[in-house]
């Protein structure tokens, strides 16, 4: 009987993300970050595969995207049927390349078993390339100025900062059920500028607001999750997260989001561990004057099978995903990855 509970949990679970997005179906650039869940230690359930550790924590994360396929809907697209399409009478932008590499630094701190914070630290290195809105897919500005630039940004993006509480469920027979919340500093640069490459138009350009390391926003996040073990040395967790911000700056607001993940894990192996996660993310257009009201927004579905190995009698814990997508219905054009990989370590004081 307690196993029916516990797999009808998992299903809860997943319902409870594929829940929150069944309302709506626009959303945005969900490809210009990585919706993979690396916090499962801090989900703490009281079962056999997962024990409860209060205090100190350190998370060393690296992220890479490498955005090079242009996608329209559901299908990849060419840059010169992309370069066709237009939104209300503009051409579309035709973008080459955007190539990111993400380091995080975590520092979580468990209080109690009821309660306790973590904080993320971006540092954020991306390359991108576009032909502009005045291009055939091959040449950029036919058509007279269309912003094609080549750009190279790096340095801190916003910091978030998040507390969970997880008393909600006190018998260790149903797992763990957390409610977390928090908020999104405006710490990273919104202002950087790319080099033109139009030779009648030499020079500095604005780069676009979605490719800044911050949003220049301060956002709010709320969300839950749910953790519990199946059998011995079987686990699993569901987690969803909105995030809204709750201003424009300098004519920019990034749309909504939700981030959902959904994972299973196996601990009978002393030396390492398999994982899985399917993560869904979906996020509405940005908004303002300064924003891509078109090409941005989108639902993502990916699978993301990985490993964790823990080393120096259990303190140290390395870890590493490859995230590959199941479905991108992007809005408008975007480049979108064909694959992330996502390697890190944790130490537990």
């Given amino acids: 009987m307690r196993n029916l509970i516990r797999a009808l949990c998992l299903v809860c679970a997943a319902l409870l993300c594929l829940a929150a997005f069944a309302e709506k179906r626009a959303f945005a650039c969900a490809s210009c970050g990585c919706t993979l ?20 924590s350190i998370d060393l994360r690296y992220d890479y995207l490498d955005q090079d396929q242009l996608r329209h809907g559901t299908g990849s697209i060419s840059a010169i049927d992309a370069s066709k399409i237009t939104n209300d009478g503009s051409p579309q932008e035709v973008e080459k390349f955007t190539q990111n590499n993400y380091v995080t630094l975590g520092m979580d701190y ?34 007279g100025d269309g912003m094609s630039y080549n750009s190279r940004t790096d340095g801190i993006g916003d910091i978030r900062i998040m507390g969970r509480y997880q008393g ?19 710490t990273g640069s919104f202002t950087e500028k790319g080099t033109s490459t139009d030779p009648m138009m030499p020079g500095e350009v604005s780069i676009d607001r979605g490719l800044q390391p911050g949003s220049g926003t301060t956002d709010i996040m709320l969300g839950a999750y749910y ?6 040395n079987w686990d699993y967790f ?41 993560n869904f993310k979906y996020a509405n257009r940005d908004s303002g004057a300064s924003a891509d009201r078109y090409s941005t927004g989108g639902t993502l579905l990916y699978l993301s099978p990985g490993v964790s190995v823990p080393v120096v009698s259990r303190h140290l814990l390395l870890y590493g995903f490859v995230q590959v997508p199941l479905y991108q219905d992007v809005n408008g054009v975007q480049l979108v990855p064909r694959f992330t990989t996502t390697v890190g370590m944790r130490y537990m004081f």
């Fill in 37 to 56: 869940s690396s916090d499962w230690e801090n989900m703490q359930s009281s079962g056999t595969a997962i024990t409860f550790k209060p205090g100190l």
């Fill in 110 to 143: 468990a209080i109690d078993r009821l309660w306790g914070i973590n904080v993320q630290v971006p540092f954020i290195d991306r390359r991108h390339s576009t032909l502009g809105t005045a291009s055939n897919g091959i040449t950029p500005n036919l058509y």
């Fill in 168 to 186: 909600i469920l006190r018998d260790c027979a149903w797992g763990t059920l957390g409610v977390m919340g928090g908020i999104k500093l405006p």
């Fill in 227 to 232: 953790s519990n073990d199946i059998a011995e």
């Fill in 238 to 278: 569901g987690s969803v997260l909105y995030q809204r911000a709750l201003d424009f700056r300098e004519d920019y607001r990034p749309g909504d989001s939700v981030n959902c993940s959904v994972g299973m894990r196996y601990a009978g192996i002393s030396y390492f561990s398999p994982l899985v996660q399917f």
